[in-house]
């Protein structure tokens, strides 16, 4: 399902009272398998989700492996042991050419560079796709999966935002749609990473060129991106925070901390800006700390002016709590979502802690009256029911991946310009302000043999 959700559908019909949530308008998916199971590959099997987005479908009673693909041999050995029925490639190009009728689904799990000419791939290909976030590496590639949905309306998408089943997120959607808070003023959030992780290694990111290991295809790895020598500390996650793969802590984090304002507002679509400001520009590796802000043109009852900015921070940057008519305190976690409204502010952690703030009083976010139940929700589970036509709650589909990877993706890409407002316009894919950052931080030059196929 690649549309949007019937968004006012997250309220009562006409003459019911409060915050509901009615149906959530789903389109039913016919499989293209009927009675049967429904064939996934998997594409990044290990890494450092793969192997659990792997897993995680695999364990769906209608779904099954059929196919595993990966760039290092290991771990395609080691995801082999567990479906030793399913074929093999290192290349996803082969698995599209030699072995394209014998799946019907496709899990990508890959660096953070080679998304977009995989997914599209698969959708041109008349396949469903999960896609780990972010869910593009350029800005471009936004606008190219956009017109792909569009032309493959009952292929079934779905970003890596697990976390939306937490039901205090679910609330918080609700919630900011019920307008119980009133006017919408602000919105924040703000990411504990880069922070010397796992993930990051941000003292580790930098080693000489050498040979990559027997075990790793470097050509493939690199995929759309030009041919550079392999370097060390790369692999498994170093890569986040090199230009070239990875989008820092604000792309990682993006869809994690940003879904909620924008399921909570339809109206924004497309920004008009951003301004990022980080120590210095982008060169290799991604700078921080870096605070963004991100502007939206709006016009509606729901906000309290015509503007409604979103503040995006890494490593922790929080606003004052003070600013926000907040008591003194810590906040819940150091991945956080926040939206000043004129009658309150709502608080929510990534990992679903909801609060809501009034008068310098704070609620639980979920003993909010007249709130829905949440039904436990398998995020994984949810994208191969709605394959098969079952109508679950399905959190996130690309359409929606788009709205909320262009605001992270632009944050990121503004680091290169650091400290310089750049005025965005998606539909011409141009910085009309700035010249060279069109030129520079808007797309890539493919490599020969990786660029992505036209969907249509």
Known sequence: MNSKFSRRDFLYTAG??????????????????????????????????????RKQVDSHPSAVIVGLCDVDANY???????HPDAF?????????????????????????HSHATIMLTALANNKHVYGQKPLVHQLEELVLI??????????VTQVGNQRMVKPGRRAA??????????KAI???????????????????????????????????WIGP??????????????????WDYGTGGLGDWGVHVLDVIFYGYDELNSPISVKTHAPNPADEFHPYPCSSIVTYAVDSDNFASNVFPIYYNDRNQAPSRAALGLPGGKWGGSNMTLVQC???????????????????????????????????????????DNIIGKDTELRTPFADGVRITEAALLSVKATKYPGQELLWDKSKLAFTNHEEATNTIVKRNYREGFEPPSVG
């Open 186 to 220: 602000a919105g924040y959030a703000w990411v504990g990473s880069p922070n010397g992780t796992h993930y990051f290694n941000i003292d580790k990111i930098y080693a000489d060129p050498t040979d990559p290991p027997a075990h790793l295809n470097w050509d493939l």
């Open 16 to 53: 019911a009272a409060g915050i509901g949530m009615a149906a959530y308008g789903l389109p039913i998916i016919a499989s293209a398998q009927p009675n049967s199971k429904v064939r996934v590959l998997s594409i990044g099997v290990v890494g450092t989700i793969g192997g659990h987005d």
């Open 342 to 384: 004129e009658g309150g502010v709502l608080v929510l952690s990534a990992g679903g802690k909801l609060e809501i703030w009034r008068d310098g009083k704070m609620t639980d976010g979920l003993t909010m009256p007249n709130l829905p139940e949440f039904p436990a929700l398998n995020h994984w589970h949810a994208w191969i």
């Open 146 to 155: 956009e017109r792909a949905i569009k032309v493959k309306p009952d292929l």
């Open 76 to 82: 395609l050995s080691k995801a082999k042991e567990e």
């Open 225 to 242: 991106n030009q041919m550079v020598p392999y370097r060390d500390h790369l692999m498994p996650r170093v890569w986040r925070s090199w």
């Open 88 to 112: 093999v490639c290192e290349d996803y190009r082969v698995a599209f050419t030699d072995h394209v009728d014998k799946f019907d689904a496709v899990i990508v799990a890959t660096p953070d």
């Open 173 to 182: 959607v609700e919630i900011l749609r019920s307008g119980v808070l009133g």
